[in-house]
C-alpha cells in the first residue's frame, strides 16, 4: 500500500484542484460576469437588482479561489514555485481586480453622490479579474520556460496572442453566465431579466469555443497526437460531439425564452470545455515539461493534508448548497440592504 501512494496521492490532489478551479470558474463566472454587463443595465434600480441576485453567494464563491491556490501551494510545491513567477503580473492585476470590485460591492449602497463611481469600480475590477484569469489560461496552456524545473522567462512571456484571445474567450463565458443567471434570477425590479440572453453571445463563445480547440493542438504536437489518433479520436468523440449538442440546446433555450435552460447549459459548455482542456493537458502541471508525480510533495505531506481535505470539501459543499437553497427566495424580493 505504502508504495502505491506516491502513484495514487498526486491523482487524487489533482481531482481536488481541478474540482476547486472548475467551481470557482463557475460560481465567480457568472459573478464576474454581473459586473461586465454592470455598465450597459437600463437603469440604476436594474443594477440595484443585479447586485441583489448575488449578493448572498458572491463572497462563498472565492472560497474555491483560496483552496485552488493554497492546495496547489501544499500539493504541488514545484508547480506552485515555477507558475508563480511566470504569472506575477496577471495574478497581481486580477486580485487588484476582485479586490476594487470587492470594496465598490460593499459601498455602492451606502453612497448616493458617488455611486457611479462605485459602479465603475465594480464593472472594471470585474472585466481586469475576468481578462486576466483568461490570460493566466491561456498562459498555462501555451507554456512556460522551463529549465531544471525552474521558470526561465521573461516577465511578460505570459503575454501572447493566444493568452489574449483566451482572455475575451472566458470574459465571453462569464458574460454568457451572467446572462443565464440574471434570466434565471430575475427580481422585483427587473422580472424580464433586463439583461436578456442574446444570440450573439452565445456566437461569440461557440466561436471562442472553436478556435481554442484548434489553437491548442498546433501549441502542442502532443496534444494533437492524442486528440486526432485513431484510436483516440473514438474515445475522445464525446467531448465535443457533446459540446456542439450543449450549444444547439443553448440556442433553442434562448430561443424558446426558458427561464432555466440557458444558464444550466451554460454549465455544460463550461463543464464539457474544462474537460477538454484535462484531455489535453493531463498529466502535466506544467505543460509540457513537468507532471502531477514530478511536482508533487511528499507523499507523507500529501497525505497528512489529505486528512484534513476528506472532511473539508464535503463541509464547503454542503454550505454552499445549503445556502443557495436557503437564499434562493430572498434574492427574489431584494433583501440587500
Not at 25 to 51: E, K, N, Q, T
Not at 111 to 121: F, I, K, N, P, V
Not at 203 to 221: K, Q, R, Y
Request: aromatic share 16%.
Amino acid at each position: 500500500m505504502a508504495q502505491l501512494l506516491p502513484i495514487f496521492l498526486p491523482l487524487v490532489w489533482a481531482a481536488i484542484l481541478a474540482l476547486a478551479v472548475f467551481l470557482y470558474v463557475l460560481l465567480g463566472g457568472y459573478d464576474l460576469g454581473l459586473g461586465v454587463l454592470f455598465p450597459i443595465a437600463p437603469s440604476d434600480r436594474d443594477r440595484d437588482a443585479m447586485m441583489a441576485s448575488v449578493s448572498p453567494f458572491w463572497d462563498g464563491n472565492e472560497t474555491w479561489l483560496v483552496l485552488g491556490g493554497g492546495g496547489l501551494l501544499a500539493a504541488f510545491p514545484l508547480a506552485y514555485a515555477t507558475m508563480l513567477p511566470a504569472l506575477y503580473i496577471p495574478i497581481f492585476l486580477m486580485l487588484m481586480g476582485l479586490i476594487l470590485r470587492g470594496v465598490a460591492f460593499e459601498f455602492r449602497f451606502k453612497s448616493s453622490t458617488y455611486r457611479w463611481g462605485w459602479d465603475l469600480a465594480f464593472a472594471g475590477g470585474s472585466i481586469v479579474a475576468a481578462l486576466m484569469q483568461g490570460v493566466i489560461i491561456g498562459a498555462f496552456v501555451r507554456g512556460f520556460t522551463v529549465e531544471n524545473n525552474q521558470f526561465a522567462g521573461g516577465p511578460f512571456d505570459w503575454l501572447s496572442p493566444f493568452s489574449i484571445v483566451t482572455a475575451v474567450a472566458v470574459l465571453s463565458g462569464y458574460v454568457l453566465l451572467s446572462a443565464g443567471w440574471l434570466i434565471m434570477k430575475p427580481t422585483r425590479h427587473c422580472a424580464n431579466g433586463p439583461m436578456a440572453l442574446r444570440a450573439t453571445r452565445l456566437i461569440a463563445v461557440a466561436v471562442f469555443i472553436v478556435a481554442f480547440s484548434v489553437w491548442t493542438p498546433l501549441l502542442h504536437p502532443e496534444i494533437a497526437d492524442r486528440w486526432f489518433s485513431p484510436g483516440n479520436m473514438v474515445m475522445f468523440s464525446p467531448v465535443p460531439l457533446l459540446t456542439a449538442a450543449a450549444v444547439i440546446g443553448l440556442w433553442r433555450g434562448i430561443a424558446k425564452r426558458q427561464r432555466f435552460a440557458p444558464f444550466l447549459w451554460g454549465i455544460l459548455i463550461f463543464m464539457l470545455c474544462y474537460t477538454g482542456l484535462a484531455v489535453s493537458l493531463f498529466p502535466y502541471i506544467i505543460p509540457p515539461d513537468i507532471t502531477i508525480w514530478e511536482a508533487a510533495a511528499a507523499p507523507k505531506s500529501q497525505l497528512f493534508m489529505l486528512y484534513g481535505a476528506i472532511p473539508l470539501l464535503p463541509i464547503i459543499l454542503g454550505y454552499t448548497a445549503y445556502s443557495y437553497y436557503v437564499l434562493w427566495d430572498a434574492t427574489e424580493h431584494d433583501t440587500y440592504h
